[in-house]
């Protein structure tokens, strides 16, 4: 029985060519639908995934039955909206910004976790296309995490300068991972919705 909550379903051809006169990141993009070197990571991380969501309430929950549509997108706008910001304060609020700075930047460490979680729980029902490209958004998001954090560290010791630096190379991975998250939903429609929207 499919589940009506589930993503809708992607297209499983690997065949797709791309012109020559295409732009660099839309044949880059491809070339990781087609990667088939990707296989084993997402086959070493689907059973966990598959685990966030063999609950049916759970599965609900997490992609946003409740709510209507997938909650994965509406949820990334906070840690970003946060880091953006302390990065902003970095480059033009000047020293008295440095407090404000790390809290934001710590709110937004915070907020990536749910984030995530409901993002596993999206990818959780894609193809294998649509699941090579979702693991490297979540690399990329993982790393943009791990900087910020160490950027929080970072300025929690008084270091400020290495904070904003590490901050800076964060928003770099944040902004690849976010490219593909919009190719995943704009291009590929991966998303939830509630049944009742129809088709």
């Known amino acids: 029985m499919t589940d009506p909550t589930a993503p809708i379903p992607p297209t499983e051809d690997d065949s797709d060519t791309v012109p020559a006169s295409a732009p660099a990141p839309v044949t880059w993009t491809s070339r990781l639908e087609q990667a088939r070197g990707l296989d084993p990571i997402v086959r070493a991380v689907r059973p ?15 992609r946003g039955r409740w709510l209507g549509h ?46 995530a979680v409901t993002g596993w729980a999206e990818w959780s029902g894609t193809g294998e296309r649509e699941q090579r490209v979702g693991v490297v958004h979540a690399v ?9 954090a160490g950027s929080w560290r970072a300025r929690r010791r008084g270091r400020h300068l290495r904070g904003k630096a590490t901050a800076l190379a964060a928003s770099g991975a944040l902004g690849v991972g976010g490219y593909l998250g919009g190719h995943l939903v704009s291009v590929r429609k991966v998303s939830s919705r509630n049944p009742q929207f129809g088709d």
């Open 140 to 148: 990329s998001n993982i790393v943009a995490l791990s900087l910020f």
């Open 70 to 115: 997938a909650v994965h997108p509406l949820l990334t706008d906070v840690p970003i909206g946060f880091w953006t910001s302390a990065v902003t304060l970095d480059l033009l609020g000047g020293r008295g910004s440095r407090t404000a700075a790390r809290r934001l930047v710590g709110l937004g460490v915070l907020a990536a976790v749910p984030t």
């Open 48 to 62: 966990l995934a598959d685990a966030l969501v063999a609950d049916p309430a759970r599965r609900d929950l997490l």
